[in-house]
C-alpha cells in the first residue's frame, strides 16, 4: 500500500543534490549536464518505493565524489517535463549528459545496479575519447557517409561493448543504409541493461518509421486527397507518413497535430502514437520535437 508523506533526503554536499522544479530545469539538468553528468530522480510523496531508491541514489551519487549530480523531480508538481519524457511510472531516473539523456531507468533497482548506473556515468565524463569518437560517427551518419558510421560505431562497441550511444548509433547506420533487418537484429539482441535506454529507444522509433516509409503513397495524391476532403483522416495519416518518408518532418508533424486536434481518439488515437514515435526518433532537443510536443501538450490539457 502506497504511503502518502515526504521523501527523505540525504545531506546534500556541495551542491551535488538538490531540487529543481521547471522553472529551473533548463539550468539545473541541461546547461548543468555540459560540465558533468546529472542524474534526474523522478519521484512523487506518495510513491513508496521512492523512498528507498532516493537515498540509496543520493549515497551513490555522494560517493562519486563530484562526478555526478543529481537533481529531484516531483512529478506532481512539474507534469509538464514528467510529460515530455514519457514518464509512465515512478520512480524513473534519467541521466543527461551534453546536454541530452544518455541512461535511463524505472524502479527501485538494487544497490549494485545503482553502481553500475553511476559508475557509467562517472566514465562519460572521464572516458578516454569515447564521447569524441561518437560524435565523430554522429557527424558522419549526418553527412550521408552511413558506411563510415557503422564502422566507427562498431568500433567503439568493440573497445565499449556497453556503450548505448555506439550500439543506437549502428543500428541508425543500418537504418540509413536500408538495413532494417541488420538494425532490427541488433537492436532484438541488445543487452537487457541497453534495451531500455534513450538511445535505443529511438533507435526503434526510427526503425518503425522507416517500415512505414516502404508503404508510403506520393505524397501529391495524398495531400490531394486531404484538400477535397479535410475531414479524411485515414488520408491525412497516410500523407503524415508520406511527408516523413520524403524527409518533411515538420510538415508531418504538423498534420498529425491537425489530426489529433480534429479527432484525437481516432483509430485508437494513432495520431498521438505517431508522434511521440517521431518524437523518440528525433534528437531530444532537435526544434521539431521541441515545438511538436509543447503544441500536444497544450492541446493535451486545453
Not at 84 to 99: C, D, M
Not at 110 to 125: M, N, T
Not at 270 to 287: N, S, Y
Request: glycine fraction near 8%; charge should be negative; include cysteine.
Amino acid at each position: 500500500m502506497l504511503e502518502f508523506g515526504t521523501k527523505p533526503a540525504a545531506p546534500a554536499q556541495a551542491g551535488l543534490i538538490k531540487d529543481s522544479s521547471e522553472a529551473s530545469f533548463m539550468a539545473d539538468v541541461i546547461e548543468a549536464s555540459r560540465e558533468v553528468p546529472v542524474v534526474v530522480d523522478f519521484w512523487a510523496p506518495w510513491c513508496g518505493p521512492c523512498k528507498t531508491l532516493g537515498p540509496a541514489l543520493e549515497a551513490a551519487v555522494t560517493a562519486a565524489n563530484g562526478k555526478v549530480r543529481m537533481v529531484k523531480l516531483n512529478v506532481d508538481e512539474n507534469q509538464a517535463i514528467a510529460g515530455q519524457l514519457r514518464i509512465q511510472s515512478i520512480p524513473t531516473v534519467y541521466a543527461f549528459w551534453e546536454g541530452h539523456p544518455v541512461d535511463a531507468f524505472q524502479g527501485a533497482v538494487s544497490g549494485s545496479e545503482i553502481k553500475a548506473f553511476i559508475d557509467r556515468l562517472v566514465g562519460l565524463s572521464g572516458d578516454g575519447g569515447l564521447s569524441e569518437a561518437i560524435e565523430a560517427a554522429e557527424q558522419m551518419l549526418a553527412e550521408g557517409a552511413g558506411v563510415e558510421a557503422a564502422q566507427t560505431f562498431a568500433a567503439i562497441l568493440g573497445e565499449a561493448p556497453e556503450t548505448a550511444a555506439a550500439h543506437g548509433g549502428l543500428a541508425r547506420a543500418h537504418i540509413a543504409l536500408g538495413e532494417l533487418d541488420r538494425a532490427e537484429a541488433l537492436l532484438n539482441n541488445a543487452a537487457p541493461e541497453l534495451a531500455a535506454t534513450p538511445e535505443l529507444e529511438a533507435a526503434r522509433a526510427q526503425l518503425d518509421l522507416a517500415r512505414q516509409a516502404a508503404d508510403a503513397g506520393p505524397v501529391a495524391d495524398l495531400r490531394a486527397a486531404v484538400d477535397r476532403d479535410p475531414s479524411d483522416h485515414a488520408a491525412r495519416f497516410e500523407l503524415a507518413k508520406a511527408l516523413y518518408a520524403s524527409g518533411e518532418v515538420q510538415q508531418a508533424v504538423d498534420e498529425l497535430l491537425e489530426l489529433f486536434r480534429r479527432d484525437r481518439e481516432w483509430n485508437d488515437g494513432a495520431a498521438k502514437a505517431q508522434l511521440f514515435t517521431i518524437f523518440e526518433a528525433l534528437k531530444p532537443q532537435d526544434p521539431v520535437a521541441l515545438a511538436g510536443r509543447r503544441k500536444l501538450s497544450s492541446m493535451i490539457f486545453a
